[in-house]
């Protein structure tokens, strides 16, 4: 076979991956933005029921662990008070700009949203990373509070994560947040926030000193 035939086939064949995979790549990220408009509307629906206050985008509030992403925007706040601590939920998201990908091709811009709970934890003066687990796996943590999770805690905290789709936790300078990638929680946003409120007591509850004279 003639060597420019061969060079100009296999020429096909990389551009058919490539359109192929650009195509793939653009249905996911409309979908991803999709999903993140959906959430956003929903907490702007939540803001006119009692107990929630549309809040402004540009106002002060902790990322979780979307915290350092590029291209970091926000969508859809809203405030509350729950059991006593003041909550702030929010739809994150995170874009990087289309540019040259490890193959040498453009890719795509990627955006990557997430479902944010945010709750003053003042009690807790110490730091505690719990990074979402894989499947069938542990959450690993870190941090000083995190020999407060462990034993009993550790079960009652886990519990609580799990009754959703797992967040990644992360307690640090009197905040407490819980990073969720699961975008329809903001149709439960009230039991959500009601989970996160439980963990965090049980955390103050663990690191309270025992009374005087209790052993």
């Known amino acids: 076979m003639d060597p420019l035939l061969v060079v100009f086939l296999i020429s096909l064949v990389v551009l058919g991956v490539v ?28 803001a006119a029921t009692p107990g929630w206050t549309k ?13 350092g992403l590029p291209g970091l925007g926000r969508g859809g706040t809203v405030t509350g008070i729950r059991e006593g601590r003041a909550v702030r939920v929010a739809v994150f998201s995170s874009t990087t700009s289309p540019g040259l990908g490890s193959t040498g091709y453009s890719h795509a811009t990627r955006t990557v949203p997430a479902l944010v709970v945010v709750l003053d934890a003042p009690e807790l003066t110490g730091d505690l990373r ?4 894989q499947p069938g796996a542990a959450y690993e ?3 000083d509070l995190a020999p407060l999770v462990s034993g009993d805690t550790e079960r009652r905290v886990l519990a609580q994560l799990r009754s959703f789709q797992p967040p990644a936790v992360d307690v640090t300078g009197g905040t407490a947040s819980f990073t969720f990638t699961d975008l329809d929680l903001t149709e439960q946003i009230d039991e959500v926030v009601a989970m ?9 509850g663990v690191r309270k000193p025992a009374p005087p004279g209790a052993e």
């Not at 650009?22 to 929903?42: L, V």
């Not at 809040?55 to 915290?67: E, K, T």
């Open 141 to 143: 943590m870190s941090g």
């Open 130 to 133: 719990m990074d979402r687990p």
């Open 19 to 46: 359109v192929v995979g650009s195509i793939a790549s653009t249905g996911q990220e409309s979908g991803r933005i999709r999903a993140a408009t959906t959430a956003i509307r929903s907490l702007e629906r939540r």
């Open 196 to 204: 996160a409120c439980d963990v965090v007591e049980i955390l103050v």
């Open 55 to 67: 809040a402004s985008d540009q106002d002060d509030m902790p990322a979780g662990r979307m915290s």
